[in-house]
Nanobody, 115 residues
C-alpha cells in the first residue's frame, strides 16, 4: 500500500547544496518513522538521517552539521537538505518508511558530488 518516490538528486560541485524530497503515498503517514539511507558502489547501505514519528531527528556522524532532515505530515513529504557537500557524499539516496512490521523503500535518487 505504501509507495515512496524520491526526487532532487543530481550533479553538484563540492561545497554545493541539494535538497532531496520523498513523496509518501499511503495512509497514516504521521505514524511512520521516516529516514534517508544511502549506498555508494561497493559499499554497504548506511543510515544518513531519520525522523521518527515523534518528531525527533538523528544523523550519521559523517553528515552532522551539514544535513537537515524534516517532514511535513500535512503534505506527506520528507526532505533532506544537504549543504557543504563532499565527494564522499556521492551515492544513491533512498527514502525509507517503517512502522511496526512494515518496511518500505523508494527506488532511490542519484547524488553525485564532483568537479
Amino acid at each position: 500500500q505504501v509507495q515512496l518516490v524520491e526526487s532532487g538528486g543530481g550533479l553538484v560541485q563540492p561545497g554545493g547544496s541539494l535538497r532531496l524530497s520523498c513523496a509518501f503515498s499511503g495512509s497514516i503517514f504521521s505514524l511512520y518513522d521516516m529516514g534517508w539511507y544511502r549506498q555508494a558502489p561497493g559499499k554497504q547501505r548506511e543510515l544518513v538521517s531519520a525522523t521518527p514519528s515523534g518528531g525527533s531527528t538523528n544523523y550519521a556522524d559523517s553528515v552532522k552539521g551539514r544535513f537537515t532532515i524534516s517532514r511535513d505530515n500535512d503534505k506527506k513529504m520528507v526532505y533532506l537538505q544537504m549543504n557543504s557537500l563532499r565527494p564522499e557524499d556521492t551515492a544513491v539516496y533512498y527514502c525509507n518508511a517503517r512502522w511496526l512490521a512494515g518496511d518500505h523503500w523508494g527506488r532511490g535518487t542519484q547524488v553525485t558530488v564532483s568537479l
